[in-house]
């Protein structure tokens, strides 16, 4: 059996969170200090009875220390606890106190202002580019509007695994498996898998980010190694394990490839066991989408891409989530609005989906920015989940072609493509 090159991964990098915008401060509660010294703050937000006092750069001037030092014995004398002591980018402390210190506080001559702690929390989420590029955030059956709301689909991620605990992501984890160690559970040391899940179905809950079918349910097959390496016979296991689901889940993802061509159709020839066993799970109704491979290269001699049976997925440069190619390149460099210049092509590719520069959730909790078609192949299956959301009885050929069907050309072209077909770009504002 050859050895798969799973999760080739050409960029990583942590995004940037897009900053919230500012919400204008309420009225000062009636019952605060009402000294001009008192900052306001939302009742909301406010933790009752702690406070941060900020001392003014004229008091601290001469002796910064001492000063500090004396700012916080007169807090404690006063019944207060000090919680932190600042001395570098202000001069003051944060401390647990009575409303009446507080305000005894803010009239003292040496203090710039007394406000309120406040609580802070992650920042919104974002909706990735490439969410907002195949129009997922307009589909009705995603409904992306941070009140996470989840699609009733079930999606198996056949890879590194899924980080179990993600809380970003809705892993259903009676029905996780490990293939490549079937004595341990499943655990993604790599980060791939868990990158993939994100993207399709990331919950809608105003964290992270957001996935094509906000809170699918994740089955985290595992049948790649921690470097991201597998074999066939690991794959097949997992290909296997689904099959024996099939009356639960829906749409598997396999962004995972190595050398091989596709051996006809099923039924007929397969002698290749991979193949086999992805005729029989297609036969039982389970929806394939896999990544065309990152080789820039014809996908027929790569497998499972090369397979009449599954979706096989481009990769778009897409920076902006906008058509018209006037996205600045951000985590690597290519052409915005293009055919990535590692992707595969050629006949066997059924989809063109983005594929750069993709953010999404990761191992440990965590977020990242990564590129390949492994990116690309997950927007589709989160596609394939929003088609079966409202199409529960349609076979893998329905729901293949109608994704094919819907498919834009509003992307830029020549490109980099190998062949002379401009794939259908993945379109979703009508699942």
Not at 263 to 269: R, W
Not at 384 to 411: E, I, N, R
């Amino acid at each position: 059996m050859p050895k798969l090159f799973g999760a080739a991964l050409l960029a990583l990098a942590l995004a940037a969170a897009t900053p919230t915008s500012a919400t204008a401060a309420a009225p000062v509660p009636a019952d605060a200090p009402t000294t001009a010294a008192f900052a306001t703050a939302t009742q909301s937000d406010q933790i009752p009875g702690r406070y941060i006092v900020t001392l003014k750069d004229a008091a601290v001037q001469s002796d910064t220390t001492a000063t500090v030092n004396a700012a916080v014995a007169q807090a404690t004398s006063m019944g207060a606890t000090v919680r932190h002591v600042y001395r570098h980018a202000l001069h003051g402390y944060s401390a647990a106190m009575s409303k009446s210190a507080a305000a005894a506080l803010a009239d003292d001559p040496r203090v710039q202002s007394v406000q309120p702690e406040r609580r802070v929390r992650a920042l919104a989420q974002t909706v990735p580019t490439g969410v907002d590029r195949v129009e997922a955030d307009l589909s009705p059956t995603a409904a992306i509007d941070g009140k996470d709301t989840r699609v009733d689909v079930d999606v198996a991620v056949i890879d590194t695994g899924v980080d179990m605990n993600h809380p970003d992501l809705n892993v259903y984890k009676a029905g996780a498996k490990n293939c490549w160690f079937p004595w341990l559970p499943v655990l993604d040391m790599h980060g791939h898998g868990s990158h993939v899940a994100g993207t399709i179905g990331a919950l809608d809950n105003n964290t992270g980010v957001v996935g094509v079918a906000p809170g699918a349910r994740i089955w985290p097959v595992q049948v790649l190694n921690p470097l991201g390496l597998g074999t066939t016979a690991d794959v097949v296991c997992g290909i296997d394990y689904v099959t024996q689901h099939a009356d639960q889940i829906d749409v598997v993802n396999m962004s995972l490839g190595g050398s091989g061509s596709d051996d006809g159709k099923c039924g007929t020839v397969n002698n290749d066991a991979m193949h086999r066993a992805i005729c029989a799970s297609v036969a039982a109704g389970v929806t394939y989408v896999v990544a065309a491979a990152n080789s820039h290269a014809d996908a027929k001699n790569t497998t499972p891409a090369a397979y009449d049976e599954v979706i096989t997925v481009s990769a778009l440069a897409d920076f902006d989530g906008k058509s018209g190619g006037l996205g600045k390149a951000s985590c690597r460099a290519d052409r915005d609005d293009t055919f990535a210049d590692f992707s595969n092509y050629g006949a066997d590719v059924d989809l063109i989906a983005p594929g750069v520069c993709i953010r999404s959730t990761y191992r440990n909790g965590g977020y990242a920015v990564l590129s390949g078609t492994s990116m690309a192949s997950p927007h589709v299956a989160g596609g394939a989940a929003l088609y079966k959301a409202t199409h529960p009885g349609a076979s893998p050929a329905a729901v293949k072609a109608a994704l094919v069907a819907a498919g834009g050309t509003d992307w830029l072209w020549p490109s980099e493509d190998g062949d002379n077909t401009k794939e259908p770009l993945l379109r979703l504002r009508g699942f």
